[in-house]
């Protein structure tokens, strides 16, 4: 029988909330800024946030005067989000632990629906799609963000790419990441328009991530994919280095001793029910 990927099993995300919520969530807070004025969110209404990771949409939502759902079937994930809205004050959340494919809520029931970098690790993403569009009121609008093209989504593909360089011996993945399953645009909106939403429209955008060294790639950035983290954590030692030094070194010949600016290509993807 076929292991379940780390990052399609809630455990794969919860071991790696910690990394998740410190270096990722504050850069895929600028992609749910974008997917919030696409999507046209107001104060009053109801939004539902799917695939929530630690709320980066949920969060901003909230503060403009929507009234969010915020589910995810990463119960960790779920408890940072909530840890934060309470230490920041921020009022308006609800919460649950749901499997965005299969959503236990009522019908016509949200103005709007999200999932930023969420929708793209769905085995099946018509169901969540559906599920987004059934779960709307008439006239709700829903936007999903994914990632492009690996090579302009570097801030994804760097340590995959040391991790090739350093063990070519290591098989190439059989399929495309899920990480990359919806990269092309047009395919994306094609999927919206298959699960029954209209005017549907796509806007791709790059936010560069930055870091302070190549050397805080490795530390701060690997831990925080639970792709990358669980593979890691199975290399010896003598392997496990190997793909440290192809990183950083690549990142050094290009960038020096000073900052990292990694590309984030991203496509924001919306419809209306």
Same mark, same amino acid.
Do not use: C
């Given at each position: 029988m076929t292991k379940t990927a780390p990052d399609l099993r809630p455990e794969g995300w919860d071991s790696a909330s910690a990394s998740y919520e410190r270096v990722i969530a504050p850069n895929t807070a600028r992609y749910a800024e974008d997917l919030l004025r696409a999507a046209g969110v107001r104060a009053g209404e109801r939004v539902l946030d799917v695939a929530t990771g630690t709320g980066a949409f949920a969060l901003l939502a909230a503060r403009r005067g929507a009234k969010v759902l915020a589910t995810d079937f990463a119960p960790e994930m779920v408890r940072r989000l909530e840890a934060r809205a309470a230490r920041d004050g921020i009022a308006g959340i609800e919460t649950r632990v749901m +499997? @965005?494919?299969? =959503?236990? =809520?009522p019908d016509a029931s949200f103005d709007a629906a999200a999932s930023v970098f969420g929708l793209i690790f769905f085995p099946d993403r018509g169901a969540g799609l559906r599920e987004m569009r059934r779960v709307l009121a008439p006239g709700g609008r829903a936007g999903i963000v994914a990632w492009s093209a690996p090579a302009r989504v570097r801030v994804v593909s760097a340590v995959s790419d040391a991790v090739r360089a350093a063990l070519p011996e290591?098989? $190439?993945?059989a399929s495309t990441p899920p990480v990359f399953s919806?990269?092309?645009a047009k395919r994306a909106e094609a999927e919206m =328009?298959?699960?029954?939403?209209? +005017? !549907?429209? #796509? /806007?791709?955008l790059d936010h560069a991530?930055?870091?302070? /060294?190549?050397? $805080? !790639?490795? /530390?701060?950035?690997a831990p925080a994919s639970p792709v990358f983290a669980a593979m890691l954590a199975t290399l010896p030692e003598e392997k496990l280095g190997r793909v440290h030094r192809a990183l950083v070194e690549s990142l050094r010949a290009e960038f @020096?001793?000073?900052?990292?600016? =990694? #590309? @984030?290509?991203a496509h924001v993807v919306v419809g209306t029910r």
């Open positions: +499997d @965005g494919q299969r =959503l236990d =809520l290591l098989p $190439s993945p919806m990269a092309d =328009l298959e699960a029954g939403f209209r +005017d !549907v429209r #796509s /806007t791709t991530w930055e870091f302070p /060294t190549a050397e $805080s !790639v490795w /530390t701060d950035l @020096g001793a000073g900052p990292v600016r =990694l #590309s @984030g290509e």
